[in-house]
Structure formats: structure tokens, C-alpha cells
């Protein structure tokens, strides 16, 4: 490793560059005159909070976008094409990059998806049996110790991740870039991915590790790049750099004051969580709600937030532990109980599980309790309007009409409707997960404002984010889940970014 | 996926090395034991049903089916459905007798036939692959417009084609067995090789699996979905010219309904209607569940019309059997 290390400092040539590139979106300057070189056989941490620019400098390097100005340069040479051709140049230069979401086919074997479209083949004829030889070497390159003949549908999550990344070893790649590669594994799996990462780089490959687990990227990592607001801030050497340090570069020194929040959290507890574990994202997890209070939760993607949230409202089973709300277990209650007894869940995704898109906002909204605007099952138009826009007033949202398609509304008007639904349904405890995810910055302010509101009204939420300056912003107290379990707990007004970043993101 | 269903997975990796799982055979197996059990019922009730002449009846009646089933089931494994079969045959059977009445060559005709099918499938396949129209509905659309032009033009009434010798020698059996019969097999054996040799054939399985994936790897989707409707069409074609050599005549009233059991079949095979996974040997299976309930019930004298409902509770319980097997032998291996 050291010699590779070695060679990742002396002066090789770089395998890619930015020089300079600059990238505008009407709005946001997502690049600024960013300039980078990763070495060969290096594995470069990159790190910054959600639109820092992360994605932006992948994207010019794979050649999916085009800097306004500045040039990159894979193995020495620019790319010159300056239309959909230049991704294909980016490839054949030997950049590959892993993204978050997977893209195998779950129906086919381990070989068929590592040559999938390009199988070799003798007139049209597969040639299986030196796919698969082909194949079994490639996979056991990275440690991956499978038959090529198996269905990848029987696949454990960091196999497939495994699979992925041995598919974009193929045809000798330069550089290897992978996007949150472990968010989606527990820690045991997630061994297994940082195993063939640094198989890949001793092999000579750069790698780019985008992630935020800071344990992992001590582990794997040589150097990291830090990102804020479309500009490289610096690139520290990971082994002396300390986690606050980092923290301190990734959220800038932006005056972070928490505002003082009136906590009007009553004695009365509503939930009580005990021992919960959601094998293997939650090992033991212990915490209380009060009425009236705001919670947060704060942790990195895939720290286990929507598995706590679903195991209290019923979606998820759990192993161990009790949940109690009221003071009843709910061991046995499913999610129409959990609704029932006065809880509303608002999903992380909002497009796939939050909406219906094609219906309008009266539905959307009043499809917790229909029941309260019928009469014998047959809907009243008119009550439905009256409760929809009940709800529109209260929430301020920006609607035409109670029955505009909720699909036309913007993101954060979406949400609104969203979390209008429990308002609507009565909702005592409601459970947010990333609330103001795609959400713009006035729109994120009317939801914090929303949600104090309610807690005011008596009502209680847990509100999940990723997004650690919003915290402060909105929350009595803020729990942090990491490595499967709550490791610390901050207190309004002593919320403070930076500790509650660090929290988040330091390994055992 | 869930993550502790994953995560158990993974507990239990080291039980399962082999390529060869139960669980991807265990369809098969079951429509095996299926066909075993129909044999054993049928045998001992109907009359007459073990005989040599209605075992031959039998094949004649799947190729009848199977040769379209071939090319539907790589349709919906791809993710798409064809419900256009039925007036497809009958429509090129009376394309076929009227380009005989007319002189053309026999050969040449067949030739014709055939391509007229595929270039009518091929519409179906550009409308859905370049056109976004969904291909249930393109399909329904030539469902209707080439029964309705078969029935215009021929007024209903059979188009006789007269004496043909090539095409009395299709309906003439050799060693006993129909020559529908062995174009089906024959075919069957290319579709079965394709499906799972070819890159063609695996292309269809990674389009129907995921095909943005499919897409992302350079796989051309649109071309594979245009060929896959084209071949539908050619493989309805044959049907249609074997319905000819069997009548004697081309018919704009023949194959009605026969998309149905086309898909039955299919179905009972085990191939999934949301795509991605199927298999040949699946759907040869499925076609003699289908051709044997029929035959069976026949020779039992049921009622007609009652034999619909029997039929249509067979297919039904014959796929939920199947998905509990397969349910149940995926967790047993998951463990």
C-alpha cells in the first residue's frame, strides 16, 4: 500500500484533470474554476454536503457535461468533442463511474449482467463458456468468489455493489469513480466494497470515493477533496487531517447562529422507543418523544433513519425491542393502527410513495380519511373543497384550484400537501422523513415554520434530515444515528453544526 | 429489497454455491407434474383419449398454438404483449388463398405470406418502440383492423384456393405425425437456442429485466422490440399458411380467440407478464397444459360452453400453483 501511496504523491502524469472549469446553471454556479488531478493508483475521497458540486465535477469528467469554460483532460489528453459523443470519448479514455443506483438485471446471471449488450459472441452466438472463465477472473480480482452462472437476483446488496464495480473494471479502465458506493450496506457488508476498492487501486486505477463515512475513507482513502458551493476548498491528506477540521471545510465558517427556539415540549410522553432493533441497520436504539416537541434525527444516508421511522409506524418488523406510544405496545400493531392511534409518516420519496401526481391536491390531501367529506361512501364535492382548502390556508400552500393534479405543484408545495394530509387526518405524532428534500430555500423555511407551528398546537414530530444545517433550525433536540445507534444528543440551543457533523460522520 | 431479507441472504451464501438452483427449474418441474396429472384424469375418464389418433390431434392442435406462443413468449419476456395473433393467422390466410387464386407460385406465395406478417408485426413493434404507443393498444388496434379487413374483403365467406399439391402435402402426416406438428418442434428448438444462446435472445431478457439498464450498455432497445413484434408477425404467419394447407381454404373467421390461449399458455408457462424472466421449455409445457384441457374436455362430451369455465379455472389455478412454488422453493433457498 505505501508504495502505492507512494506513487499517488511522486510526480506520475495524472490520470484526469480539471483545469479551470466553470459550470453554470441558470441560478447556482454548480462549478467554480475548479481544478483537480487524481493520481493513478490513488483512491481520492470526495466530500461535500448536497450540492457543493460533487456530482457537477463527475459529470466532466465522464463528459455527461461540458465546462462553460476550462478544459479536462483524461490520461494527458482533452476531450474535444463537445456533444453526446463526449461521453462515449470520456469511456474510451477509461473513466467508469458506479452510481448509487443499481443497473443490473436481476433476472440474468453474474456473467451475462458483467458483459450485458456486450457479450463476446461468434455470429451472434454467445460464447458462455469464455464469458463465464472471463468472468469468475474478473470477479475474483476484487474478492468476489461467486459461480458466473448464478442468478444476480440471489444476490446480498454488497454483491451486487461488487458486481458493478467489477463491470466497470473491464477494458482496462484509468479511472474508477464511485458514488456512494456502501449508503445502501451495513457496516459488515460494506468491508467488502472497501476490500476491492483498494484492489482496484493497487492495480494502478485512480479512484474516486465519493462519501461522507469518514471511518471508511481513513481506511481506503489517500487524500480528500473537499467541496462547498461549486468550488474545491482543498484537498487535505486524510491520514493527519482531523474530522473536525474537514467538517469545519465542508460547512465553511458561514456565522451558523442557531435561532432561539421556544420549547414548548410538555412533560406528557407520546412515544417511547426501547431497545429497537431493525437487524442489521439498528442494533439498540432508545429514546423518548414529548408532546408538543420537535425531534430530530440526524445521520448519514443509509444510517438506518427510514428503517426507525417505519418500524415505529408498522411498515417494517423489528427484531428486538419495544415501541410504545401512549404508553401501549405497538409490537403487534400494523401501519393502520399506528394511523389509528393518531401517527402520520411522511416518506423520504416523495415522488414514488409521498403522491399520487395525476390527482388533484384535494385527494392527496384527504385520502387519510375519506370518510370525513362523504356521506354513505359517496364523496361531497363541496365538503371537499371546504377541508382542502382548510388545509391550503393553513399550510400556505400555492395552489390554482383544490383540484389542480398535485404533479403540476412545485416541489416544496408538494410536500406541503404531503404533511397537510396528517394535519388533516388528526395526526398527534407525525414522523418526516427529509421533509425538504428537492425542496427550494423559501419553501424549506414555510415547512420549518409549519412544523413549529404544529408542535405548538401540541402535536409532536421526529423530523429526519440529512441535511445538518437544518437542524438547529427547527428542533428542540437532535439525536445522532450512527453505526446502528443513537451515539449523541444535542439540546436547543446548543445545536451546534459543526459537533453535530462531526458526530455524523466519525467512525467507531 | 429489504435490507435484513438481504442481509439473511447473505447469512446463508455459503449454503448455495451452485449455479444450478432448485428454484429455476422448479416451474418446469411443477408444469411437468401438471401434464402428469392431466394424462392420469384424462386417461382413466375420457374415452378414447390415449389413442394414437388423438394423441396426433393433440400435437396437430398445439403447433397450432405453439408456433405463435414461440414468438409471444419472447415478447413478454421483453416486457410487451401481442394480443393481435388470432386475426393475424386468419388475415394472412386469406392474403395466402387470394394470392394462390391469382397465380402467384406457391413458394413465392408462402415467401409473401410471411413477410406481409412480419411487416404488420413490425408496425405494432415501430409504433411501440419509436412511438411510446403502449403494445397492448397498438396491438388491439391491428387486432381489430386486420379481422375487420380479412371479414371486408372476403365477406365472411371461405376463399377457396383449389387444388395445391405443396400445400396438401403440409397436412399430410409423416410416420403419423403432422407436419404442423414437427414445425413446431423444429421451431421451438431454434426459439429455445436463440433465447438463451444468442446475444438477440439475452438482449430481450435485459430489456424486459431493466431496460434502461439494457439501454445504459448499449443494447439498441428499439431495433430488438421492432424485430421481436416482426417475428410475432412472421410466426402468425405460418400459423396461417398451416391453417390453409389444413382447410383447404383461407378464412377470415379462423383463429378466433386463439391470442388467448396464445397468452394462456404462455402464462401457465411461467413467464412473467411484467417482463424479464420466461422460458422456452416453460411455455412447450404450458401449450400442452392448454391443447390437453381442450382435447380432454372434448372427449369428455362437457357442455361447450360450460367447458370455458372449466378451462379458464384451470389456467387461473394452474399460475397460482405455480407462483406458490416459486414462492416458496425462493424463500426455502434464501432461507
Not at chain 1, 54 to 76: H, N, Q
Not at chain 1, 351 to 356: C, L, N, Q
Not at chain 2, 307 to 323: E, K
Amino acid at each position: 500500500m505505501t508504495t502505492v501511496s507512494e506513487i499517488g504523491q511522486a510526480a506520475v502524469p495524472a490520470v484526469a484533470s480539471l483545469k479551470g472549469c466553470t459550470r453554470r446553471y441558470p441560478g447556482v454556479l454548480a462549478l467554480d474554476s475548479a481544478t483537480f488531478d487524481v493520481a493513478p493508483g490513488e483512491v481520492r475521497a470526495l466530500l461535500g454536503k448536497n450540492g457543493a458540486g460533487k456530482s457537477t465535477l463527475i459529470r466532466m469528467l465522464t463528459g455527461a457535461e461540458i465546462p462553460d469554460s476550462g478544459t479536462v483532460l483524461i490520461d494527458g489528453a482533452e476531450l474535444t468533442h463537445t456533444g453526446s459523443g463526449r461521453a462515449q470519448e470520456s469511456f474510451e479514455k477509461g473513466v467508469r463511474v458506479v452510481y448509487q443506483e443499481l443497473s443490473l438485471v436481476p433476472g440474468m446471471t453474474l456473467a451475462e449482467n458483467l458483459f450485458l449488450g456486450r457479450w463476446p459472441r461468434k455470429g451472434g452466438v454467445i460464447q458462455y463458456a469464455a464469458m463465464e472463465a472471463e468472468a469468475s477472473e474478473a470477479m475474483a480480482r476484487l474478492g468476489l468468489d461467486l459461480p458466473p452462472d448464478r442468478l444476480v437476483a440471489g444476490l446480498s446488496p454488497a454483491e451486487r455493489q461488487l458486481l458493478e464495480i467489477a463491470r466497470a473494471m473491464l477494458g482496462k479502465p484509468k479511472l474508477v469513480i464511485l458514488d456512494e458506493p456502501t449508503s445502501s450496506l451495513a457496516a459488515a457488508e460494506a468491508e467488502k466494497v472497501m476490500a476491492a476498492v483498494t484492489r482496484v487501486a493497487a492495480q494502478g486505477i485512480a479512484v474516486i470515493y465519493v462519501s461522507h463515512r469518514m471511518n471508511e475513507i481513513r481506511q481506503i482513502a489517500h487524500s480528500a477533496t473537499i467541496m462547498r458551493d461549486g468550488r474545491i476548498i482543498d484537498t487535505v491528506d486524510v491520514k493527519g487531517a482531523d474530522t473536525r477540521e474537514i467538517v469545519r471545510l465542508m460547512l465553511g465558517s458561514e456565522a451558523s447562529q442557531a435561532p432561539v427556539l421556544e420549547d414548548r415540549s410538555l412533560s406528557e410522553t407520546v412515544l417511547e422507543v426501547k431497545d429497537l432493533a431493525v437487524w442489521p441497520k439498528l442494533a439498540s436504539i432508545s429514546f423518548s418523544l414529548k408532546k408538543g416537541e420537535v425531534l430530530g434525527i440526524a445521520g448519514l444516508l443509509g444510517s438506518g433513519r427510514t428503517e426507525l421511522l417505519q418500524a415505529i409506524m408498522g411498515v417494517r418488523r423489528f427484531d428486538a425491542g419495544d415501541i410504545r406510544a401512549d404508553g401501549k405496545s405497538v409490537k403487534s400493531a400494523g401501519y393502520k393502527e399506528m394511523v389509528r392511534r393518531g401517527f402520520g409518516y411522511t416518506p423520504e420519496s416523495r415522488k414514488e410513495e409521498g403522491i399520487v401526481p395525476l390527482l388533484g391536491v384535494d385527494e392527496n390531501t384527504l385520502s387519510t380519511n375519506f370518510a370525513g367529506v362523504s356521506t354513505n361512501g359517496v364523496l361531497s364535492a363541496s365538503r371537499m373543497a371546504e377541508a382542502t382548502r382548510k388545509i391550503i390556508e393553513r399550510l400556505h400552500i400555492k395552489t390554482a384550484r383544490t383540484d389542480t393534479p398535485i404533479g403540476t405543484l412545485s416541489g416544496g408545495n408538494q410536500q406541503k400537501v404531503v404533511i397537510g394530509r396528517w394535519v388533516y387526518a388528526g395526526s398527534r405524532v407525525m414522523l418526516l422523513d427529509e421533509p425538504t428534500r428537492g425542496v427550494d430555500i423559501e419553501a424549506k423555511a414555510q415547512i420549518y415554520a409549519i412544523i413549529r407551528q404544529l408542535a405548538a398546537e401540541g402535536r409532536s414530530v421526529i423530523f429526519v434530515s440529512s441535511e445538518i444545517e437544518e437542524l438547529p433550525l427547527v428542533c428542540d433536540r437532535v439525536l445522532v444515528l450512527r453505526d446502528g445507534a443513537l451515539q449523541e444528543e444535542f439540546k436547543s440551543p446548543n445545536i451546534d453544526q459543526d459537533s453535530l457533523m462531526a458526530a455524523c460522520i466519525t467512525g467507531h | 429489497m429489504s435490507l435484513d431479507h438481504a442481509a439473511k441472504q447473505a447469512a446463508s451464501e455459503k449454503a448455495k454455491k451452485s449455479g444450478f438452483t432448485f428454484s429455476q427449474h422448479m416451474n418446469e418441474l411443477s408444469l411437468f407434474f401438471a401434464i402428469a396429472v392431466l394424462y392420469v384424469i384424462f386417461a382413466s375418464t375420457a374415452p378414447g383419449f390415449m389413442s394414437f389418433n388423438n394423441q396426433v390431434n393433440i400435437l396437430r392442435d398445439a403447433a397450432t398454438i405453439g408456433i405463435a406462443a414461440w414468438a409471444v413468449t419472447l415478447i413478454i419476456i421483453a416486457g410487451e404483449i401481442d394480443v393481435s395473433v388470432g386475426p393475424m393467422v386468419a388475415f394472412i390466410s386469406v392474403e395466402l388463398a387470394f394470392l394462390l387464386q391469382w397465380g402467384v407460385p406457391t413458394p413465392a406465395a408462402f415467401v409473401l405470406a410471411i413477410a406481409l406478417g412480419a411487416l404488420l408485426g413490425a408496425v405494432s413493434g415501430v409504433l411501440r418502440a419509436y412511438f411510446d404507443v403502449p403494445s397492448f393498444v397498438a396491438t388491439l388496434g391491428m387486432w381489430s383492423a386486420l379481422r375487420g379487413t380479412a371479414l371486408f374483403v372476403t365477406d365472411a365467406l371461405p376463399v377457396s384456393i383449389g387444388r395445391n399439391d405443396m400445400l396438401d402435402a403440409l397436412d399430410r402426416s409423416v410416420l403419423g405425425i403432422p407436419p404442423a406438428a414437427i414445425i413446431m418442434l423444429v421451431l421451438f428448438a431454434v426459439f429455445a437456442f436463440v433465447s438463451r444462446k444468442t446475444a438477440f435472445g439475452r438482449s430481450v431478457f435485459a430489456i424486459g429485466g431493466n431496460a434502461h439498464a439494457a439501454f445504459l450498455s448499449g443494447i439498441r432497445v428499439s431495433r430488438i422490440r421492432v424485430a421481436l413484434f416482426a417475428i410475432g408477425g412472421a410466426m402468425a404467419a405460418i400459423s396461417g399458411i398451416l391453417l390453409v394447407s389444413r382447410l383447404g381454404s383461407g378464412n377470415a373467421t379462423a383463429a378466433n380467440g386463439l391470442e388467448f390461449d396464445v397468452i394462456a399458455a404462455v402464462v401457465v408457462g411461467g413467464t412473467a407478464l411484467s417482463g424479464g424472466r420466461g422460458s422456452m421449455l416453460g411455455t412447450l409445457l404450458g401449450v400442452l397444459v392448454i391443447t390437453l384441457i381442450g382435447n380432454g374436455l372434448v372427449l369428455l362430451g362437457i357442455n361447450p360452453f360450460f367447458q370455458q369455465v372449466v378451462r379458464g379455472m384451470i389456467i387461473v389455478i394452474a399460475v397460482l400453483a405455480n407462483i406458490q412454488a416459486i414462492k416458496r422453493s425462493l424463500s426455502r433457498n434464501k432461507g
